[in-house]
């Protein structure tokens, strides 16, 4: 039988697991080009205060997603890019999937008009989950930077656009 799957807003006592999951996703070399994890004042920093979630099993985060905001000029403040990250045990269940409509539900009510993800080429998982959820490709990125190992990758620009044209922040 398996578990049920809570979805919740993520706190800071969750970064110990959250760090341990984006790690993993740095090792694939394939959901990112950092080759270090951030500390949590790094991350907090770098994502809206907002869009941020965990998905639990078992009283264990095994997935998470946030949105960081793809500029700080103000006509971009309902612009966003996305993150989902699942652990590497929990990875085909609808966890991201699940994640990925819940940011999306949530960053419309936050006001945001546009989710974007620049996905590795090579992560066709992530392709197709973001697919699945609604959005679009918009172009390819050709070599657009180095992996770890100095090897040039191309990235998808994906992205998913909020259905009224009147969104306010």
């Not at 398996?2 to 919740?8: A, D, G, P, Q, V």
């Not at 697991?17 to 949590?40: E, H, K, M, W």
Request: aromatic letters at 10%; proline letters at 2%; charged letters at 30%.
């Amino acid at each position: 039988m398996e578990s049920k799957i809570l979805y919740r807003t993520m706190v800071k006592e969750d970064w110990a697991a959250v760090s341990r999951i984006y790690q993993q996703g740095i090792d694939t070399n394939l959901a990112t080009f950092q080759t270090v994890c951030p500390t949590f004042d790094e991350f907090d920093k770098a994502h809206l205060p907002f869009c941020r979630f965990v998905a639990e099993s078992k009283q264990t985060v095994v997935g998470w997603a946030v949105l960081s905001p793809i500029s700080s000029r103000y006509v971009y403040r309902g612009v966003a890019e996305v993150s989902v990250y699942i652990d590497e045990k929990e990875r085909n269940r609808g966890v991201g999937k699940a994640l990925l409509h819940l940011l999306v539900e949530e960053s419309e009510k936050q006001g945001i008009w546009t989710l974007q993800s620049s996905i590795l080429s090579e992560n066709k998982a992530s392709i197709a989950l973001h697919d699945r959820c609604g959005f679009r490709l918009v172009g390819r990125r050709e070599k657009i930077a180095r992996d770890r190992n100095g090897n040039w990758k191309d990235t998808f620009l994906m992205e998913k656009r909020r259905n009224e044209t009147d969104a306010t922040v």
